[in-house]
C-alpha cells in the first residue's frame, strides 16, 4: 500500500538548522510530485512549494525562497526539507504530500512537529 | 488565488445535513479539492475536481459547485466527522481555505 512516512519530532534553537525526510512506499517514486505543507499550531495549511521527484527541480512558493530546500534520495524514495536559521515563527507541523496527476495532494506523510525555542 | 471557507465554526447534531461552502476570489475551473484533518492526523482526501469522491470515502459526502463557489455536503452528519475540513484551489499554483471546523451540538 502507498505510504509516506516522515522523520520524528525536532526541538531546535533559533539559528540551527533542521532536515525532515519523508521516505515514499508502495509506488514508483518518480512518477509522481512531492509537495511541502506548514501547519502552525492551531492554523491552516499553507503550501510551502514542491519538487519534480524525476527531475530534481525544486519550486517555491514566495514565502519560503531563501532559507527552504527540498531535496531528493531518489535511490531511497525519499524527499526531504531542509530549514536553515530557524526562527521562532518556523515552529510547525511539516507535510509531505503526494500529488496526483491533476494537482490535488491523494495522500500525505503523518507529519513532523518541529519546534523553535532558546 | 484566495480562498475563502465559511462558516468557520460549524455545530450541528448526528444525522444532521451540514454545507460548508468554499469560494475562490477567481473562477478555478473546478479544480477544487476539499480534505478532512481530525486532531493530531494528516489531512484526508476527501473530494477532487469539485465532485469527484475519492476511493474509500463515505458516499454520505459530496461536492458541488463550479466557478468560483463550491460546497461540501454531509448528508446525514456521523460522529466520526468531528474535524476540521479545508478547501484547496489547484487551478493557478495552489493555495488552502482558512478551514471550517465541524463539531458536534
Known amino acids: 500500500q502507498i505510504q509516506l512516512v516522515q522523520s520524528g519530532p525536532e526541538l531546535k534553537k533559533p539559528g540551527e538548522s533542521v532536515k525532515i525526510s519523508c521516505k515514499a512506499s508502495?509506488?514508483?517514486?518518480?512518477?509522481?510530485?512531492m509537495h511541502w505543507v506548514k501547519q502552525a499550531p492551531g492554523k491552516g495549511l499553507k503550501w510551502m512549494g514542491w519538487?519534480?521527484?524525476?527531475?530534481?527541480?525544486?519550486t517555491y512558493a514566495d514565502d519560503f525562497k531563501g532559507r527552504f530546500v527540498f531535496s531528493l534520495e531518489a535511490s531511497a524514495s525519499t524527499a526531504n526539507l531542509q530549514i536553515s536559521n530557524l526562527k521562532n515563527e518556523d515552529t510547525a507541523t511539516y507535510f509531505c504530500a503526494r500529488e496526483c496527476t491533476f494537482g490535488y495532494f491523494d495522500y500525505w506523510g503523518q507529519g513532523v512537529m518541529v519546534t523553535v525555542s532558546s | 488565488i484566495q480562498m475563502t471557507q465559511s462558516p468557520s465554526l460549524l455545530s450541528a447534531s448526528v444525522g444532521d445535513r451540514v454545507t460548508l461552502s468554499c469560494k475562490a476570489g477567481q473562477n478555478i475551473n473546478n479544480y477544487l479539492a476539499w480534505y478532512q484533518q481530525k486532531l493530531g492526523e494528516a489531512p484526508k482526501l476527501l473530494i477532487y475536481n469539485a465532485n469527484s469522491l475519492q476511493t474509500g470515502i463515505p458516499s454520505r459526502f459530496s461536492g458541488s459547485g463550479s466557478g468560483t463557489d463550491y460546497t461540501l455536503t454531509i448528508s446525514s452528519l456521523q460522529p466520526e466527522d468531528v474535524a476540521t475540513y479545508f478547501c484547496q484551489q489547484y487551478n493557478s499554483w495552489t493555495t488552502f481555505g482558512a478551514g471550517t471546523k465541524l463539531e458536534l451540538k
Open positions: 508502495g509506488y514508483t517514486f518518480t512518477d509522481y510530485a
Open positions: 519538487i519534480n521527484t524525476y527531475t530534481g527541480k525544486p
